[in-house]
């Protein structure tokens, strides 16, 4: 039993660890791109993806050996632990198919986890740290295949990650039904403040969920088209090359020469 003190949402420990993240994901995939060959950037997003499946498994073991939790309740169907999976497949695959679902999990479902963590015990409590290396980690991946493998979503992909979020509940309420879990938050909200409190009660909260992931995505993938935008008036912008204009010099030269020419010809 831990003796930490409870969770403070927003408080230093929270807000370092969002930092911490923000700073791995934006400052790794940089620095890869730029200083690194093709393989051993390859290498380093194997080892993202290796560690994305231990601490996993790490995660799942604390919590079984030492917080008394049920196996049943520590699978991998919560939407931050399938997108733990899929983005180490993301990464090791170098798959384009897995990225597109993931990329929308991971902002609509990992940030909103990160920003209100569904925890009991804060800093330095081994179930804070595990949650948000983890979770950290799931938003590290995404970014590096986004910066780095040069990935990027499509407006279709917002639909695939949709109907793939859809499919994932279709089997997990059954799951949930038959262990008495509580997957996706399909049958309560979690019991630490999240968004889920602001969207009326169960069942209308899944609907609302439902809304705000199609609107979200949107938002998600609004910075892709502006950033075409931008590059394309910026291109727009640019002088065509011209072909360099005769100088003073050559056009004497070429005066002399017509001169010359015309006095052999009178000749």
């Given at each position: 039993?831990?003796?930490?003190?409870?969770?403070?949402?927003?408080?230093?420990?929270?807000?370092?660890?969002?930092l911490?993240?923000?700073?791995?994901?934006?400052?790794?995939?940089?620095?890869?791109?730029?200083?690194?060959?093709?393989?051993?950037?390859?290498?380093?997003?194997?080892a993202?993806?290796?560690?994305?499946?231990?601490?996993?498994?790490?995660?799942?073991?604390?919590?079984?050996?030492?917080?008394?939790?049920?196996?049943?309740?520590?699978?991998?169907?919560?939407?931050?632990?399938?997108?733990?999976?899929?983005?180490?497949?993301?990464?090791?695959?170098?798959?384009?198919?897995?990225?597109?679902?993931?990329?929308?999990?991971?902002?609509?479902?990992?940030l909103?986890?990160?920003?209100?963590?569904?925890?009991?015990?804060?800093?330095?409590?081994?179930?804070?740290?595990?949650?948000?290396?983890?979770?950290?980690?799931?938003?590290?991946?995404?970014?590096?295949?986004?910066?780095?493998?040069?990935?990027?979503?499509?407006?279709?992909?917002?639909?695939?990650?949709?109907?793939?979020?859809?499919?994932?509940?279709?089997?997990?309420?059954?799951?949930?039904?038959?262990?008495?879990?509580?997957?996706?938050?399909?049958?309560?909200?979690?019991?630490q403040?999240?968004?889920?409190?602001?969207?009326?009660?169960?069942?209308?909260?899944?609907?609302?969920?439902?809304?705000?992931?199609?609107?979200?995505?949107?938002?998600?993938?609004l910075?892709?088209?502006?950033?075409?935008?931008?590059?394309?008036?910026?291109?727009?912008?640019?002088?065509?090359?011209?072909?360099?204009?005769?100088?003073?010099?050559?056009?004497?030269?070429?005066?002399?020469?017509?001169?010359?020419?015309?006095?052999?010809?009178?000749?």
């Amino acid at each position: 039993m831990s003796t930490t003190d409870p969770l403070v949402l927003f408080g230093s420990a929270h807000v370092i660890g969002i930092l911490l993240i923000a700073a791995a994901g934006i400052g790794l995939p940089l620095s890869v791109r730029r200083a690194t060959r093709t393989r051993t950037r390859y290498g380093i997003g194997l080892a993202i993806a290796a560690l994305l499946i231990l601490q996993e498994g790490v995660h799942i073991w604390l919590l079984a050996n030492h917080y008394d939790r049920l196996l049943s309740s520590l699978l991998p169907l919560h939407l931050c632990g399938l997108s733990v999976l899929l983005t180490a497949w993301t990464l090791a695959a170098r798959s384009y198919s897995a990225y597109e679902i993931v990329y929308f999990w991971a902002w609509g479902g990992t940030l909103q986890a990160l920003l209100t963590p569904d925890l009991e015990r804060g800093f330095p409590d081994p179930t804070f740290i595990a949650f948000f290396i983890g979770h950290g980690l799931v938003i590290v991946g995404v970014l590096y295949a986004t910066l780095v493998y040069r990935f990027r979503p499509r407006l279709s992909s917002i639909f695939k990650s949709l109907a793939a979020l859809l499919l994932v509940v279709a089997v997990v309420a059954p799951i949930n039904l038959w262990l008495g879990t509580n997957y996706l938050f399909l049958c309560s909200k979690p019991e630490q403040a999240s968004l889920m409190d602001l969207l009326g009660p169960w069942p209308w909260y899944i609907l609302s969920l439902a809304g705000l992931a199609l609107v979200s995505s949107f938002v998600y993938y609004l910075p892709f088209p502006i950033a075409d935008r931008i590059a394309a008036r910026s291109r727009a912008k640019r002088p065509s090359p011209r072909s360099p204009e005769p100088s003073a010099h050559a056009g004497v030269q070429s005066d002399r020469r017509l001169r010359r020419d015309t006095a052999r010809r009178i000749g």
